[in-house]
């Protein structure tokens, strides 16, 4: 188009490039959590749920794109295309059948709140009754001072790790991204820590702010699992740096994402927009809906 091949405009070779990054990281997460579900001692509830969550999401981001990339073409059926001596590529078939894998098999909410759960269950464990306002203020205080024993030595454990160089220097050009990762990591677990604190049981009920958690963990290990792919691949075929480019962005742009979505834990709208979903259930918008025909 305008001269040339689509994939030549930024805007498509924007897509494009995503799609490459992406199928990368999709095929290391699956590579990381099969071999660790064969290791028979190791709990893979979170990198199995978090494989699902992220390859139903991420499957419809790709055949979205492509269905854009298409144009007219990938709203097409194969049928139509071929009936006009076009290449039936059944994109539009992929689309309908990409989607149904963000509802079945735990939709995306179930399998988020599923991840919260395990990720929020040991602190509610240690310190549920000291934020628990419905109990007695005797029983807080004594399970205050219980979960005070134990926060002492975590939370500074979270804050003191080291996550710079020369750590992971292993990973060559990929290092700097197990770096962060590392970091990030144990920033999450102390903003987990601080948002039980701010909500107390309440936490619960803040999904936005919970799957906005979950979502970081889940780029945590897209990040661990595009870096091991990418150096299993470099010490098995040395002079090839495929791998090596394509997990560099795959980490990219799993960073930038932590990044925005850190930011976003506690500074967000979610109140206002949660208040106005409820206003609107009570019909309290119900003109907008004139002229929609049913
Ligand atoms: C093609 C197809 C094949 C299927 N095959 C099978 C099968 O073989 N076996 C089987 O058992 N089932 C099957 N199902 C059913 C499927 O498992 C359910 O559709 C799925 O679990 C979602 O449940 P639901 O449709 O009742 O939606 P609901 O549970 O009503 O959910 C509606 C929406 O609300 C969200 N939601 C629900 N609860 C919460 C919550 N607590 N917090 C936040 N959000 C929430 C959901 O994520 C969803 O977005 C199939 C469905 C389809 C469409």
Not at 126 to 131: C, L, Q, R, S, T
Request: aromatic share 8%.
């Amino acid at each position: 188009q305008w001269g040339a091949p689509v994939g030549k405009h930024d805007a498509v070779a924007q897509m494009l490039g995503r799609m490459a990054a992406d199928t990368y990281a999709m095929e290391a997460i699956v590579e990381l959590a099969a071999a660790m579900s064969g290791r028979k001692t190791l709990d893979i509830r979170f990198e199995a749920a978090m494989a699902k969550l992220w390859h139903s999401e991420k499957l419809w981001d790709l055949v979205h794109d492509a269905v854009q990339i298409r144009g007219g073409r990938g709203y097409e059926s194969a049928d139509s295309l071929r009936a006009r001596g076009e290449d039936p590529m059944p994109v539009e078939r992929c689309m309908r059948d990409a989607r149904i894998n963000l509802i079945f098999e735990g939709s995306s909410e179930i399998m988020r709140l599923f991840i919260a759960r395990e990720a929020v269950d040991s602190h509610l464990t240690v310190a549920g009754k000291a934020i628990d306002p419905r109990l007695p203020v005797a029983t807080r205080l004594a399970a205050l001072l219980k979960a005070g024993a134990h926060y002492a030595v975590w939370y500074p454990a979270r804050g003191l790790g080291w996550g710079r160089w020369p750590r992971y220097r292993d990973f060559g050009p990929l290092a700097k991204h197990m770096r962060y990762a590392n970091r990030r990591s144990r920033k999450l677990a102390r903003t987990i820590f601080h948002a039980m604190i701010r909500f107390g049981p309440g936490l619960e009920r803040r999904q936005a702010v919970l799957f906005r958690l979950v979502d970081i963990g889940c780029d945590l290990f897209v990040i661990a699992a595009c870096c091991v792919r990418a150096m299993k691949t470099i010490r098995e075929q040395p002079g090839d740096r495929t791998a090596v480019e394509l997990a560099d962005v795959a980490c990219k742009l799993a960073r930038r994402r932590i990044d925005g979505r850190f930011r976003r834990v506690f500074r967000n709208d979610d109140l206002e927009i949660y208040r106005l979903a409820q206003r609107a259930m009570d019909h309290r918008y119900s003109w907008l809906e004139h002229g929609i025909v049913d």
